[in-house]
């Protein structure tokens, strides 16, 4: 699920082509690939020519049948890490980067020692059968790694350590 903010309109977006849920309701979309970055999307009756122009920083830019329109969203998992709470843990200055939620790490992206930049991605974590690319929400230094590949790790339990 995400939530994409198109035009001043948010649309909470769910399931995949041909049955989706936009804002709770069941809609039919056909989402055809012309080439990688340009899709025809067919919404009931009505046909978009989309191209992706840009995609960075929870925000697409793309062309909507010629009109260029910038598109922010949100995962399910940064609505799920902002109702509980967590979406600004390391921003907050805590030393200590843990699991929003229970899963199984799927890959670790850095190594202590790493410099990380706010939104550089820092491991993969699967969770209600999704995988979550979980990203520092702040500049820091890893000083430790305190998981690793294949590991099932529960809530609040310590994943990476900063500096």
Known sequence: MIEANIQDQVFSIAGESPEMM??????????????????????GNRSLDVRVVEHADKRYTVSIDGKIVEVPYRT????????MG???????????????????VLKVLVNPGDAVQKGTPLLVLEAMKMENNIKSESDGEVESIEV???????????????K
């Not at 294949?150 to 350590?161: A, M, W």
């Open 22 to 43: 936009i804002n709770d309701k069941a809609v039919r979309v056909t989402r055809t690939q012309i080439e990688p970055g340009h899709f025809v999307y067919q919404i």
């Open 76 to 83: 399910s998992l940064d609505l799920m890490l902002e109702k």
């Open 86 to 104: 967590l979406k600004d843990l390391l921003a907050a200055g805590n030393k200590d980067f843990k699991a929003p939620m229970p899963g199984m």
């Open 148 to 162: 690793q590949a294949g590991q099932s790790v529960e809530k609040n339990q310590i994943l990476i350590r900063f």
